[in-house]
């Protein structure tokens, strides 16, 4: 800069303006992470001061663990066992399916696919990401339902297995996406080294790339999983919606298809009773996060 330019400042004034800068941006970036924060912390504590009052009324024990809900009845009970064992089936199933999938279709993208088909593959799997579920419900009722009434002899093919199955393709683009850049992410030297010893490629992504990647691979599934757990439309639209013990071929009704059935006309009690579930719902899903990081991140530790 030329010494006679009247914009120059001297190096004193611009360190004070750089100082100043970043005190700003460091009280933005701490309001902003306080507001999230804050928000939390009111859904929490409104989902507590919602969902406790019928829980009390009705009891713990009668509410989590009574296995009939008839929440309409001239005498009502509102026991949601069969929805929670509902919501963890259909969320283990949809695991069971979804994530090995999509692991080896992020492993195909990621390593073994050409660039020229990866691209293509890659922009339709995120277009699946962008579909409104009720689109994936839809489907599900229009083309899944009647195929597996028809494949299994049911009278009805709107059961927990449809709900499955509409959960596993729901979950797949989170699973991939994350995967997919944690695998790109890995250092080539790591899979140079392994291929100069005489691994094969497949060896080399199994035990090398996988293992390296397995933090955005754990947070992939994470993901896939929150969404299967909280999926509401797409569920209602093809499980059924009877308040049944969990069967393959039952069908049931998942947590998050109890609130949003019934709380169009709920009332009085059967409506507080309804944020009770929200409440069961909320306190599952924080507990299997934390239990899914636990396991899946800080299970394994990198020996040094």
């Known amino acids: 800069m030329h010494p006679n330019d009247p914009t120059a400042l001297p190096k004193k004034p611009r360190e004070t303006i750089r100082k100043l800068t970043e005190a700003i941006m460091n009280g933005v970036f701490f309001v902003c992470g306080a507001i999230a924060v804050l928000c939390v912390l009111l ?12 829980i009390r009324q009705i009891g713990l024990g009668e509410f989590l663990l009574g ?8 005498e009502p009970s509102y026991g949601i066992l069969p929805f929670i064992l509902t919501s963890i089936c259909g969320t283990l199933g ?11 279709t992020s492993v195909l993208l990621a390593k073994a696919a050409p660039k020229k088909l990866a691209g293509p593959v890659s922009g ?9 579920s009720v689109v994936y419900g839809l489907l599900g009722m229009t083309v899944l339902v009647p195929a597996v009434a ?30 997919t850049t944690a695998l790109n992410a890995v250092p080539p030297e790591y899979e140079q080294g392994s291929l100069a010893l005489g691994a094969t490629d497949a060896e080399t992504w199994f035990k090398i790339s996988i293992p390296a990647a397995r933090s955005g691979i754990a947070a992939g599934v994470v993901l896939g999983i929150g969404r299967a757990v909280g999926e509401a439309m797409a569920v209602m639209m093809v499980a059924g919606n ?59 530790t990198d020996e040094k």
């Open 242 to 300: 009877v308040a049944n013990m969990p069967g393959i071929f039952q069908s049931v009704t998942f947590l998050t298809t109890a609130i949003a059935k019934e709380m169009s006309y709920a009332s009085g009690l059967q409506r507080q009773a309804l944020f009770s579930i929200a409440l069961v719902l909320f306190v599952f899903i924080m507990l299997l996060n934390a239990v899914l990081n636990l396991v899946l991140k800080g299970g394994k």
């Open 150 to 179: 028809k494949a299994f002899s049911l009278s009805s093919g709107a059961c927990l297995f449809s709900a499955i199955l509409v959960l596993s393709v729901m979950i797949l683009p989170g699973i991939v996406s994350v995967s």
């Open 43 to 54: 859904i929490s504590v409104y989902m507590i001061v919602a969902g406790v009052p019928a």
């Open 94 to 104: 949809a695991v069971a399916i979804g994530v090995p999938l999509g692991l080896l």
């Open 124 to 132: 339709a799997i995120e277009l699946l990401s962008g579909i409104p």
């Open 67 to 74: 296995t009939s809900w008839k929440s309409t009845a001239a």
